[in-house]
């Protein structure tokens, strides 16, 4: 299978915006259906949005549905996460994952390939 690879994290002040790509090493996104989750130090991993692959649907959290957008960018084989008006509890490390055949795309544990994350901070 494909290895997942996250880019784009880093440092931003609060109500800046940041742009993270999973990139499909190896492989293409074809059929998978892709999710981004967020960790942040001393909490549980957190579902924030995904791409559903056979309609192309969107999902978000609550917590984020205004202000993220997730997004196919077929040119570069990678799927995106917009982040706008970033806070600083938006800090944690972002990982992508992807599987097949998913169920419920909130549950973590329906993804089987998972990228090693990218870590944003966001300062005040």
């Known amino acids: 299978q494909a290895q997942l690879v996250e880019s784009g994290g880093g440092t931003v002040q609060a109500g800046g915006s940041l742009r993270l790509a999973c990139a499909a090493s190896?492989?293409?996104?074809?059929?998978?259906?892709v999710g981004w989750f967020r960790q942040a130090p001393g909490k549980e991993r957190e579902f924030l949005a995904a791409l559903t692959w056979n309609t192309g649907s969107r999902l978000y959290a609550a917590s984020v549905e205004h202000r993220f957008i997730i997004s196919r960018n077929n040119a570069k084989n990678t799927v995106d996460l917009q982040m706008n008006n970033l806070q600083p509890e938006d800090t944690a490390v972002y990982r992508c994952?992807?599987?097949?055949?998913?169920?419920?795309?909130?549950?973590?544990?329906?993804?089987?390939?998972w990228g090693m994350g990218t870590q944003v901070t966001v300062s005040t």
């Open positions: 994952a992807s599987a097949r055949s998913i169920m419920d795309y909130r549950m973590q544990n329906e993804y089987t390939n």
């Open positions: 190896g492989g293409t996104f074809d059929y998978h259906g």
